[in-house]
């Protein structure tokens, strides 16, 4: 009995031991409805501050569940912010998590989050505020995105030397940033590893470790032609090489006075034999040394920094941000030490909408493109209208008139049933989301 005892007391202790180290300091899921108001501040830097709205959008998985903080004015800067029980990351993992749709197909603007000091006065937030970290994609015009990783250290700002791509698209998608105490650091989009390395290879927060020896001269008589000419290679004695040559056949003129019209020269005709300009055969050069490298030395400038990444007061998460084009829903914001629970966490919640949000998408993006091809008709019948009236042209055709009548009465009701689809989606929507 004791035998059979023993591991489970031993599982037992392991697993409470975990969630012991386990820390979650932020999470945020909307779920209480306009309770986020007594969590959140709105800056009061200035006084034209785009305001957020909660929502779950135009296409969702769930109306309710789905609910996230969504930019609602177009050309304006945003600043917004909750606080949180200040902690250090030393000698702890830290894991910056949270998704964001991108709705209204966004051409310029932010979709970052920034984590603050607990001193930041948080109704006078702005974009000169200091700032730990700044985690997120940043998308201005076609082809310049990219997700910003920018890390404070003594007093400067670092941005990652690795181009990590955003995902451009409608749909939400969920944002990773691990920092280890290890210094190593990893960055995933929908919980797939898209950058990872170490925190002082990937940012300039030191010198270098090696530089150049600035002694080390390349030697003289090093050789680094890979092929030379054969040396050994000679042109032929009957080898051409003049495209033009005399005319044999041209004679001088019998009045050519070369006192008043200079030497006489003949007329130059294309040369048979010409065989094109004569060049050594190539070969490899026995003497190649390779490509001399510069030796390189210990830097002495350079010095390691075990404080890299290290905060000692986080204490509050922001929206710092400008759009032109609003309509982006953040939503799901984490700060904790484990990494298995944060992709847990984003399995329940981006996991499980993402495929009914998509589908809902699709079907919206086609009623709106049939929606849009409707009123196009409907503005060119018009204008084909006002014409017949200006020249006096009476109407024909009545049968036809009829028939494009009831044409439109049944695209109509063709629009009702894919709204009836659309809204009995939710429903299904919702129960697959709850059995997942």
């Given at each position: 009995?004791?035998?059979?005892?023993?591991?489970?007391?031993?599982?037992?202790?392991?697993?409470?031991?975990?969630?012991?180290?386990?820390?979650?300091?932020?999470?945020?899921?909307?779920?209480?409805?306009?309770?986020?108001?007594?969590?959140?501040?709105?800056?009061?830097?200035r006084p034209d501050y785009g305001k957020f709205q909660l929502t779950a959008g135009k296409f969702y998985g769930d109306k309710e569940k789905d609910k996230g903080l969504q930019t609602s004015e177009d050309?304006?800067?945003?600043?917004?912010?909750?606080?949180?029980?200040?902690?250090?990351?030393?000698?702890?993992?830290l894991v910056v998590q949270f998704s964001v749709k991108h709705e209204q197909g966004i051409d310029c603007g932010g979709g970052y989050v920034k984590?603050?000091?607990?001193?930041?006065?948080?109704?006078?937030?702005?974009?000169?505020?200091?700032?730990?970290?700044?985690?997120?994609?940043?998308?201005?015009?076609?082809?310049?995105?990219?997700?910003?990783?920018?890390?404070?250290?003594?007093?400067?700002y670092h941005e990652n030397n690795k181009t990590i791509k955003c995902r451009i698209s409608k749909d939400t998608h969920l944002y990773t940033l691990i920092i280890r105490p290890n210094a190593t650091y990893e960055v995933k989009i929908d919980n797939q590893q898209v950058a990872a390395g170490g925190l002082e290879d990937d940012w300039d927060f030191l010198p270098p470790r090696k530089i150049k020896d600035p002694y080390a001269r390349k030697p003289r008589k090093w050789d680094e032609r890979l092929q030379i000419e054969d040396p050994e290679d000679k042109k032929?004695?009957?080898?051409?090489?003049?495209?033009?040559?005399?005319?044999?056949?041209?004679?001088?003129?019998?009045?050519?006075?070369?006192?008043?019209?200079?030497?006489?020269?003949?007329?130059?005709?294309?040369?048979?034999?010409?065989?094109?300009?004569?060049?050594?055969?190539i070969i490899d050069?026995?003497?190649?040394?390779?490509?001399?490298?510069?030796?390189?030395?210990?830097?002495?400038?350079?010095?390691?920094?075990?404080?890299?990444?290290?905060?000692?007061?986080?204490?509050?998460?922001?929206?710092?941000?400008?759009?032109?084009?609003?309509?982006?829903?953040?939503?799901?914001?984490?700060?904790?030490?484990?990494?298995?629970?944060?992709?847990?966490?984003?399995?329940?919640?981006?996991?499980?909408?993402?495929?009914?949000?998509?589908?809902?998408?699709?079907?919206?993006?086609?009623?709106?493109?049939?929606?849009?091809?409707?009123?196009?008709?409907?503005?060119?019948?018009?204008?084909?209208?006002?014409?017949?009236d200006i020249w006096g042209i009476e109407e024909e055709g009545s049968e036809k008139d009829s028939a494009e009548e009831a044409g439109t009465d049944r695209q109509m009701k063709e629009d009702d049933a894919a709204r009836a689809f659309l809204g009995g989606n939710e429903e299904v929507g919702v129960d697959q989301k709850d059995e997942l």
């Open positions: 009995m004791k035998e059979l005892l023993l591991p489970l007391l031993l599982l037992t202790t392991c697993t409470l031991g975990a969630q012991a180290q386990r820390r979650v300091y932020l999470r945020e899921e909307f779920e209480d409805g306009d309770g986020w108001k007594k969590r959140w501040v709105e800056s009061k830097h050309a304006k800067f945003y600043a917004l912010s909750t606080r949180f029980k200040p902690f250090s990351n030393e000698n702890e993992t984590l603050f000091p607990d001193t930041l006065n948080q109704e006078d937030m702005h974009s000169e505020s200091e700032y730990y970290i700044m985690f997120g994609p940043d998308i201005c015009g076609f082809g310049n995105n990219k997700v910003q990783v920018i890390l404070r250290h003594q007093g400067k032929p004695e009957d080898w051409e090489d003049f495209e033009y040559i005399p005319d044999p056949d041209a004679e001088k003129p019998d009045d050519w006075n070369e006192a008043m019209d200079g030497e006489w020269e003949g007329r130059l005709i294309p040369n048979l034999n010409y065989k094109g300009q004569w060049k050594p055969r050069n026995p003497n190649y040394q390779g490509e001399w490298i510069h030796p390189e030395i210990d830097n002495p400038k350079y010095k390691p920094d075990p404080t890299i990444c290290h905060y000692y007061n986080i204490g509050v998460l922001g929206l710092d941000l400008w759009q032109v084009k609003s309509g982006s829903i953040f939503d799901n914001f984490l700060l904790t030490t484990d990494e298995e629970f944060a992709e847990e966490v984003g399995n329940k919640t981006w996991g499980i909408r993402k495929d009914v949000e998509k589908q809902w998408r699709e079907v919206y993006e086609e009623m709106e493109k049939r929606k849009q091809e409707e009123e196009a008709k409907k503005k060119k019948a018009k204008e084909e209208e006002r014409e017949d």
